[in-house]
């Protein structure tokens, strides 16, 4: 079975703070996975993504993300937030037949 | 500039009206895709499809349709709008495959009274 595991539907982090999000997946193959984020009242944009070669891929905005197979995982960190990061965070599997599996999203909230 | 545009933005409609949701893109992608989005629950594929008159079901396709008659715009059609329907529906492009980036509109909010 396919699918995205997002355990956190809300973090709050302190600005200046470091962050990670969690994501943990599970897919047979090679996973394709990406990030991407939703600020408010608006569409979705692409992060970053993953689909092989080194574990860490860098996205915009500082943000970076680890690709663990052992772990099913690809956690999204950014090492200092800023306000303008509030937003809900998706991440995504890329499944077959060009279908993305979606998980339930994280909101992130800055704490002044 | 690369676009993807949904009309309208926001739409008010009684339960049992027709509802047509447009979607255009400006980067001729093959690709192209319809979703709703409920609190709580990420995004939920309707459709998709894969070219001109090439579509497929996604996850929870009953009570909508679709068509692609030509490949920049995609509609979105419900035949007697129910009030489960009320939700944001995004549209979505992307070039020849979901392992590329998918470029998305800025949502439709529909409700249904």
């Known amino acids: 079975a396919q699918s995205v595991t997002q355990p956190d539907a809300r973090v709050t982090v302190s600005e200046g703070a470091s962050l990670q999000l969690r994501c943990k997946y599970s897919?047979?193959?090679?996973?394709?996975l990406f990030w991407y984020v939703q600020y408010p009242r608006q569409g979705l944009q692409l992060l970053l993504k993953y689909y092989s070669g080194d574990p860490v891929v860098q996205g915009v905005n500082g943000f970076e993300a680890e690709f663990s197979k052992s772990n099913s995982s690809f956690h999204l960190r950014k090492a200092s937030v800023h306000w303008s990061d509030s937003a809900v965070y998706f991440c995504v599997l890329s499944g077959s037949n060009y279908q993305l599996i979606w998980g339930s999203g994280t909101k992130l909230i800055i704490k002044p | 500039d690369m676009k993807v545009t949904q009309m309208p933005r926001y739409l008010i409609k009684r339960m049992g009206e027709n509802v047509l949701l447009e979607c255009g893109q400006d980067m001729s992608h093959e690709t192209m895709y319809w979703y709703r989005q409920d609190p709580g629950l990420g995004l939920q594929l309707i459709y998709i499809?894969?070219?001109?008159?090439?579509?497929s079901e996604g996850d929870i396709p009953k009570g909508y349709r679709v068509s692609r008659k030509k490949r920049e715009h995609f509609s979105l059609i419900l035949d007697s709008a129910k009030t489960n329907q009320t939700s944001v529906y995004f549209c979505?492009?992307?070039?020849?495959?979901?392992?590329?980036?998918?470029?998305f509109g800025k949502g439709t909010r529909l409700t249904v009274v």
């Open positions: 499809s894969y070219d001109v008159d090439s579509n």
């Open positions: 979505a492009s992307s070039p020849d495959n979901a392992n590329t980036e998918v470029f």
């Open positions: 897919y047979s193959g090679t996973p394709y």
